[in-house]
Structure formats: C-alpha cells, structure tokens
C-alpha cells in the first residue's frame, strides 16, 4: 500500500480558500487513483473528488462541483484540492485516499490506502 499523508487544513471564513496537499510515498504514485473523501461531525464519510491516473480524468461530488478541483503531480508524488467559495458546511475532515483500480463508484470500499486526515474549519 501506499503511504500518505496530507496537509493544508486550517480555519478559514466563509467564501474563502484552501489548497490541501496529499503527499505519497512508498509505491509508484502514478499507478494510483487518487481521491479526497470528507468527514463531518456524526456523518459518514463522503466522497469529494477523485483523479484518474495521469490526471487526464476528474471526479467530483455535485456538492463540491464548481468549486473545488482536482490535481495531480506524479513527478513530485502529491494530490491537491484546491477549495475556493469554501461554506461552512464544507466544515470537516478531509481524507486523502488511493487506490490502483478505478472503480467508478467513489465507495470508502473502493479506497485501500488513506491518510491520517486534516481538518478544514470554515466559519460564517
């Protein structure tokens, strides 16, 4: 499994932004789906978005649609999501997740590796 770890959460106001990053080691990056999954407070976790191997395909929740995108860099073996119009119900932890298949139906099932989390305030 690949190993990842993700940064760039903080407080920020509402209608602000964020870019998180999500930094992988230990296999090759690019033989991975890359996605960032979300959890609030008493919810389950949530799919977001999700990127296809070279970055050629983009995934996103209708949620998030429009607002947030997607990246890769298989050079530098890190995921982005950069989060602009931020609302407060975006308030939650953010999950960085890969896995080799792509399997279309953005289930947490799907996912074999994921980070540790980082959490994204946004205050009103």
């Known amino acids: 499994q690949v190993q990842l770890v993700e940064s760039g959460g903080g407080l920020v106001q509402a209608g602000g932004s964020l870019r998180l990053s999500c930094a992988a080691s230990?296999?090759?990056?690019?033989?991975?789906?890359m996605a960032w999954f979300r959890q609030a407070p008493g919810k389950e976790r949530e799919f977001v978005a999700a990127?296809?191997?070279?970055?050629?395909?983009?995934y996103y929740a209708d949620s998030v649609k429009g607002r947030f995108t997607i990246s890769r860099h298989n050079t530098m073996n890190t995921a982005y999501l950069q989060m602009n119009s931020l609302k407060p119900e975006d308030t939650a932890v953010y999950y960085c997740?890969?896995?080799?298949?792509?399997?279309?139906?953005?289930?947490?099932?799907?996912?074999?590796?994921w980070g540790q989390g980082t959490q994204v305030t946004v205050s009103s």
């Open positions: 997740a890969a896995d080799p298949n792509l399997s279309g139906t953005w289930r947490r099932s799907d996912f074999g590796s």
């Open positions: 230990g296999h090759t990056f690019s033989s991975y789906i």
């Open positions: 990127i296809s191997w070279t970055g050629s395909s983009t």
